[in-house]
């Protein structure tokens, strides 16, 4: 059965971010998985997450509603009245999962960086 | 060490209560539970798994199990009931996985030993063959009940399926000087792809919707259904300013769509948060006397237009998927289509559909098949569709398809 490989480091920018990386395709078997490893570190005192998406090769709808899910946990459930979430922003993603993203508009939702430096200090 | 669970006593009350076994005579018993093993397992261990060999059948003393194919649970098994047996008796591979729902007290009997018992009897061959017919019954009956459940469920879904139809409109509006076809096609029974045309009622604007909402079967259904309806009443019924006027109506039209867009975008961002589901939507509004199109391209794939002269534009996305954030904004877009001009859009089911290969149909077929100055809406639809069914071939559909075109019709030069 398809697995989630995940990867996580702890950034000091302005704030604490965690830098959680993926590994694995992103499908209707897995964003479960993914959402279950972000409630873990919620739980834990996570409040910020850049998401590292250069291990994804795939990422279909179920993807995106895993990701949509974690902005609403680490935003208490409130709507921040912003269009991007502040808490949660995505590192790198391959060219394949780029596509996708621009398709969808998530883009539009979510900060994405090329850079871990500049990403990290960009949480306020 | 022999406890009293595990006595030869306790071994054959064990085997002569279990159903399987009722009728062997007492000296078979004896000679099964004398070479019979105990065993302590724990819960969560997998006893048997489907699909491989093994040679013993299993009696559980105390505990309980599920006889399952991965995480499909077929039966719940317990104290004085057998797993395992099938395999013994005809030497296949085990039609099913066994997995100990809690510690449990096992008696295990290999299958050499089960057949040298029973050659000491020849009435025990008789009562084990009774013993399985009767188990055969009772599957039958099991498979009985669950094929009534199963109808009833496809009769539901049926139903469903109706109801659903109800939500694409049932004829579309003819409006001088265009051609309007469409094609909807549901990969299960139930669909989350909606398109939809109709006349605003305060102005000569057509409504021209496309969507696919994310995931498959009732839940995409349903919201579907929220989709669609939100952006049918919100245009028709949520704006009525007196000011949109046919005059001057590229600021109201706007101001209708953009309207429409946000409320619903707003209202299931907020309501349905806890689902995380969201649609990609386009919505446009047409003047049919102008060509004149205000849109909104929520996170979906772009429509074309097929201008007369060869070019091709595509309307890309203006805002991102809605129905999940509900601060979001969406730019509002106008185009014109010419006389002989025609807009074709589509849901991921033409572009995503798949061949046997994996490979995908890709925007870029549809443009190469796409032959849009020789042929009305429909042959133009109808195209586009074989194109995808060849290029498919034996491939399973896998996604709902549908697609909605618009021609310009040229007008007749006046003499």
Sequence with gaps: ?124 | METPLTSTENKIETLKHCAFLRGLQGSVLNSLAARAETLRVASGETIITRGETGSAMYFIISGSARVHDGEVIWAKIKAGEVFGEMAVLDSQVRSASVTMESDSLLLSIEREVFFDALSTDPDAFKAVLHGVLQREREIVSEIKTRSAKLLSYQKELEIGRRIQADFLPGSIPEIENWEIAAWFEAAREVAGDFYDVFRLKTSSHLAIVIGDVCDKGVGAALFMTLFRSLLRASSLYGYTDSAMDKSDSTATTSEVLLNSIVTTNRYIATTHAGSSMFASVFFGLLDPDTGRLTYVNAGHEAPMIFRQNGEVELLDITGGVMGLFPAANYQVETTKLNEGDLIFSYTDGVNEAKNMDGQQFTEERILKVASPESNNTENFIRIVLEAVYEFRGEAEQSDDITMLALKYLPRAPVD
């Design chain 1, 1 to 124: 059965m398809a697995t989630l490989n995940f990867m996580v480091g702890q950034e000091q920018g302005n704030v604490s971010v965690t830098v959680l990386k993926v590994e694995g395709d992103i499908d209707a078997a897995t964003h479960k998985t993914l959402q279950d490893k972000a409630a873990e570190l919620i739980d834990a005192g996570t409040t910020h997450i850049l998401l590292d998406l250069s291990g994804v090769n795939y990422m279909g709808s179920a993807g995106f509603r895993a990701i949509h899910a974690m902005t609403n946990m680490l935003s208490g459930g409130e709507s921040s009245g912003l269009s991007k979430s502040p808490y949660l922003k995505l590192l790198n993603p391959t060219d394949p999962v780029a596509r996708v993203i621009k398709t969808l508009g998530f883009d539009v939702y979510l900060d994405i960086y090329q850079d871990r430096n500049e990403a990290v200090n960009s949480f306020q």
